[in-house]
């Protein structure tokens, strides 16, 4: 069996185990309502959507369309889906006869659907600037890839390589290795072990499809040509500075 096909046997398999989850679980759901009214911060599926740091309409080479379009449909829609999520795990909880293969389904779900929310706040509010890197972060990237321009490039290689329209491009500093890295993530359950992500490109088709068709490179300069810095160098130094 390919990759590929293992791939969609796996999700197919935990979203038939997060289908019935939620089939399961609607009388958990309402006995959970009635008997406890107040649930745990783990279940509460209270998040709510970050506003767009930026002017959709004032940046370069991204519509304002695309964006909205994007910040409105796939983040929020994943937003929804986690709250709705955390709601079933918590009816699941309520329910000791739940089975385990179904409970699973629903946790990788919630783990799906809460690496979307993060990666894309994450890519939303790196946009809004003018591209132009500066600091120590772009001392740390000279010195850990030769030059900022070598990372540069390895950056643009490796979000390439995801262009069929799925997965993450991270620059994340790792804390094991004390070390600026670019890691290929093909969806949102991936990331670099003990990795704080510094820098994200959201690879999938939604985008950039919209502005772009299939011309993922022209997308790809275009996010680079927006980039905020100071942000980037926000969290190098938060990350860097961290203990433990």
Request: proline share 4%; hydrophobic share 40%.
């Amino acid at each position: 069996m390919s990759e590929v096909s293992r791939r969609t046997a796996m999700g197919s398999l935990a979203a038939g185990a997060a289908g019935l989850a939620i089939a399961n679980t609607a009388a958990a759901s309402e006995a959970q309502t009635m008997t406890s009214p107040t649930l745990s911060p783990a279940f509460a599926g209270q998040h709510q959507p970050k506003p767009l740091p930026f002017d959709p309409a004032k940046l370069d080479g991204l519509s304002e369309r695309l964006i909205r379009s994007h910040w409105e449909n796939n983040y929020q829609g994943s937003i929804r889906a986690l709250n709705m999520i955390e709601g079933r795990l918590a009816a699941a909880m309520a329910d000791k006869d739940f089975p385990p293969v179904a409970y699973g389904g629903l946790k990788r779900e919630e783990l799906h659907r809460t690496g979307s929310v993060v990666l894309h706040e994450l890519y939303f509010d790196a946009l809004g600037g003018n591209g132009q890197a500066a600091g120590s972060i772009r001392q740390a990237l000279t010195a850990s890839h030769g030059s900022f321009e070598a990372w540069e490039a390895e950056f643009r290689r490796t979000a390439m390589a995801l262009a069929g329209g799925s997965g993450w491009c991270i620059l994340a500093w790792n804390h094991h290795t004390a070390s600026l890295h670019n890691y290929w993530c093909w969806d949102h359950t991936n990331g670099p072990a003990t990795g704080t992500p510094l820098l994200v490109l959201d690879m999938y088709e939604h985008a950039f499809h919209m502005d772009y068709g299939a011309a993922a490179a022209k997308y790809v300069d275009a996010f680079m040509r927006n980039l905020d810095w100071e942000v980037v160098e926000g969290r190098f130094r938060s990350a860097t500075s961290a203990k433990g």
